[in-house]
């Protein structure tokens, strides 16, 4: 029963979905076009800063009353995983909503829906009257699904965001099958392993030691039974996924290949694996990189590695990167509060168990909570047939009203600076 020349916030919700995101090439000029017709009905101050040429940074703001204090930042990302197109129900950028309410679009729960709603919560605070007492800022950053490196580490690391004096941040968090909402105090750190393997070739028929795929297959091994014994810890209930250390396969190279296939009679002389490894916050990383050493691609062996790791476990001074969820974090109590006003119920906070822009928020010491307000939803971030439906995302709206009022109107703590 919809028109298309309806304009409410389904519809823009909709219309932001429809923006080709993805990478490798991710349109970021009309998604922000559109964002910056959006501020300007709304009353916001825009500024685009590119930092990097191609990858701009939207910035939204709304002056406090204050604007001397500490400021807040509401935070999501433009960009999108790829989607294979035919492997979806309904088209991954039709945005297409179900007679149940089920908005289909890749970027539905990651992260599109979060960049809508701050922008309703605010439309709807500005309509009421609501003055904020410290400014509001929302930035909208390209790159993050790609490690965020042209992206916010560089917007972090810059003037223009040493000049915004946060004194708290928000991101995205991920969905819940459950009824309350999730949110997350720290990311895992990714690194990226790749382990090679060198040996003596030979005659396929040959049966020899210190082979290249012999040498690979048992580090595999390796690798396979500490993967079992951390994912045999989350099975137990011990920990959550999030709080031990993941190593999946993601590739793996050998054999002699030629125009008309792979050699089936030759032993290789290389042979390669890669690894998606991810690090709890408390992790220590020089045991996990002495076990890659000694273990898991030792040179005794005829084994190389490289690890790129695309994070950092600690801020810049030493601490583990990790917000507090307690009393001595001020932001913490108004927020939960804030949530659980509009009568929704929080989870236990959370590590999450992928990696978000909030990394180069928390390394600067100023805290982030990553939060994307969907509960009863399967958590389809990064899969196929990505929904979120229409009532969690308008419920969504009415929490960041009750968030954002509350947040902006913290007077902060007597003899601090918050
Ligand atoms: C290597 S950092 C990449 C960041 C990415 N973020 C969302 O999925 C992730 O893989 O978690
Ligand atoms: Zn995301
Ligand atoms: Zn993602």
């Given at each position: 029963s919809s028109s298309s020349s309806e304009d409410t916030p389904i519809t823009r919700f909709q219309q932001y979905l429809r923006?080709?995101?993805?990478?490798?090439?991710?349109?970021?000029t009309a998604p922000i076009s559109f964002l910056l017709n959006q501020a300007q009905t709304i009353g916001l101050t825009t500024r685009t800063i590119e930092i990097?040429?191609?990858?701009p940074i939207l910035l939204l703001t709304w002056l406090?009353?204050?604007?001397n204090i500490p400021s807040i930042l509401f935070n999501s990302h433009l960009d999108s995983v790829p989607a294979e197109?035919?492997?979806?129900?309904?088209?991954?950028?039709?945005?297409h909503r179900t007679i149940n309410g089920n908005i289909y679009a890749r970027?539905?729960?990651?992260?599109?829906c979060i960049g809508v709603q701050y922008l309703e919560a605010i439309r709807n605070l500005k309509s009421r009257g609501f003055v904020p007492l410290r400014t509001i800022h929302i930035s909208y950053v390209p790159e993050e699904e790609i490690?965020?490196?042209?992206?916010m580490m560089k917007f972090a690391d810059s003037s223009e965001f040493r000049d915004l004096n946060l004194g708290f941040a928000m991101d995205e968090g991920q969905a819940n099958p459950g009824d309350e909402f999730r949110v997350f105090y720290a990311d895992r750190t990714p690194w990226e392993l790749v382990i090679k393997a060198k040996g003596a070739p030979g005659h396929g028929a040959k049966l020899y030691d210190n082979s290249a795929m012999e040498n690979l297959m048992k580090s595999v091994e390796l690798i396979s039974k500490f993967r079992e014994t951390q994912f045999d810890f989350v099975k137990a209930g011990r920990?959550?996924?999030?709080e031990v250390i993941s190593v999946n396969p993601v590739y793996l190279k050998g054999g002699t290949v030629t125009s008309s296939g792979f050699v089936m009679n030759m032993q290789p002389s290389e042979a390669e694996a890669g690894y998606d490894l991810r690090l709890p916050p408390m992790t220590d990383p020089d045991v996990m990189r002495k076990r890659i050493d000694?273990?898991?691609?030792?040179s005794i062996r005829n084994m190389t590695y490289t690890v790129k790791e695309?994070?950092?476990?600690?801020?810049?001074?030493?601490?583990?990167l990790m917000t507090p969820?307690?009393?001595?974090?001020p932001w913490w109590s108004i927020f939960k509060q804030a949530v659980e006003a509009t009568g929704a119920k929080l989870a236990k906070p959370e590590i999450l168990a992928s990696t978000t822009d909030s990394r180069f928020i928390r390394n600067l010491g100023i805290p982030v909570l990553g939060f994307s307000p969907?509960?009863?939803?399967?958590?389809?971030?990064?899969?196929?047939?990505e929904f979120l439906e229409d009532t969690v995302f308008m419920k969504g709206i009415e929490v960041y009203e009750s968030v954002i009022s509350a947040l902006s109107s913290f007077e902060g703590v007597s003899g601090q600076v918050i």
């Amino acid at each position: 029963s919809s028109s298309s020349s309806e304009d409410t916030p389904i519809t823009r919700f909709q219309q932001y979905l429809r923006f080709i995101t993805t990478h490798p090439n991710p349109n970021y000029t009309a998604p922000i076009s559109f964002l910056l017709n959006q501020a300007q009905t709304i009353g916001l101050t825009t500024r685009t800063i590119e930092i990097v040429s191609n990858k701009p940074i939207l910035l939204l703001t709304w002056l406090g009353s204050n604007p001397n204090i500490p400021s807040i930042l509401f935070n999501s990302h433009l960009d999108s995983v790829p989607a294979e197109s035919d492997k979806w129900i309904h088209p991954p950028f039709s945005a297409h909503r179900t007679i149940n309410g089920n908005i289909y679009a890749r970027g539905a729960q990651d992260d599109k829906c979060i960049g809508v709603q701050y922008l309703e919560a605010i439309r709807n605070l500005k309509s009421r009257g609501f003055v904020p007492l410290r400014t509001i800022h929302i930035s909208y950053v390209p790159e993050e699904e790609i490690g965020g490196f042209d992206g916010m580490m560089k917007f972090a690391d810059s003037s223009e965001f040493r000049d915004l004096n946060l004194g708290f941040a928000m991101d995205e968090g991920q969905a819940n099958p459950g009824d309350e909402f999730r949110v997350f105090y720290a990311d895992r750190t990714p690194w990226e392993l790749v382990i090679k393997a060198k040996g003596a070739p030979g005659h396929g028929a040959k049966l020899y030691d210190n082979s290249a795929m012999e040498n690979l297959m048992k580090s595999v091994e390796l690798i396979s039974k500490f993967r079992e014994t951390q994912f045999d810890f989350v099975k137990a209930g011990r920990f959550a996924n999030s709080e031990v250390i993941s190593v999946n396969p993601v590739y793996l190279k050998g054999g002699t290949v030629t125009s008309s296939g792979f050699v089936m009679n030759m032993q290789p002389s290389e042979a390669e694996a890669g690894y998606d490894l991810r690090l709890p916050p408390m992790t220590d990383p020089d045991v996990m990189r002495k076990r890659i050493d000694e273990e898991w691609a030792p040179s005794i062996r005829n084994m190389t590695y490289t690890v790129k790791e695309k994070g950092m476990l600690r801020d810049h001074l030493g601490r583990p990167l990790m917000t507090p969820t307690n009393d001595s974090n001020p932001w913490w109590s108004i927020f939960k509060q804030a949530v659980e006003a509009t009568g929704a119920k929080l989870a236990k906070p959370e590590i999450l168990a992928s990696t978000t822009d909030s990394r180069f928020i928390r390394n600067l010491g100023i805290p982030v909570l990553g939060f994307s307000p969907m509960s009863n939803t399967p958590i389809l971030l990064h899969d196929h047939n990505e929904f979120l439906e229409d009532t969690v995302f308008m419920k969504g709206i009415e929490v960041y009203e009750s968030v954002i009022s509350a947040l902006s109107s913290f007077e902060g703590v007597s003899g601090q600076v918050i």
